[in-house]
């Protein structure tokens, strides 16, 4: 077989190997781009509402005093004072800030968005271990892909032809951009 046809036969089924991932790190990717118009990974939705005001003094106390009004029965994760007037009680997803002496409170609740998530933690590789091994030779697919890709075609279409001019506009952008930042 030639050298040509073994190139292509190996693009096309590495390419087919990489799809899965390579939507994963697509989609996840245009999510983390847009991280300070949003938090891809988490829901964060805040609610308002009010207890009695607090009369404890001591940060103990006003947990005490906070849990049943707030209807908690589980053991807060921890909780915190940044003022006087301010009581943070935290627990798995939830966050709670009370104004301690109007009741006023604000719930904070992060839950993960379903799928993305995921993806997000797969993209950045946030578990280690056996996943960067997966994302290096993924990464080593995506180079034999790119470079493979060039000689699939042949004469005037292919790489020796008008293809050259494309990687060379392809290669001019990250160039562009490293030069003119």
Do not use: C
Not at 148 to 160: E, H, P, Q
């Amino acid at each position: 077989m030639k050298w040509r046809r073994w190139n292509n036969t190996l693009h096309r089924d590495v390419g087919y190997l990489v799809v899965a991932l390579t939507l994963v790190y697509g989609i996840s990717g245009l999510a983390i781009n847009h991280m300070a118009d949003w938090n891809p990974s988490y829901r964060q939705q805040k609610t308002a509402l009010t207890i009695q005001p607090l009369t404890a003094t001591d940060r103990d106390g006003m947990i005490k005093e906070a849990l049943p009004q707030l209807g908690i029965t589980e053991e807060p994760r921890n909780a915190f004072r940044p003022d006087p007037d301010t009581l943070q009680i935290f627990l798995p997803e939830k966050t709670y800030l009370i104004d301690v002496p109007t009741g006023q409170v604000i719930v904070d609740r992060v839950r993960p968005r379903p799928v993305l998530f995921e993806m997000n933690q797969m993209h950045l590789n946030a578990t280690k271990g056996v996943w960067t091994v997966i994302a290096d030779v993924y990464a080593v697919a995506l180079i034999f892909m790119a470079i493979s890709g060039m000689f699939v075609l042949r004469g005037k279409t292919g790489f020796t032809g008008r293809g050259k001019w494309f990687v060379l506009g392809g290669a001019l952008v990250p160039l562009g951009y490293y030069i003119l930042r």
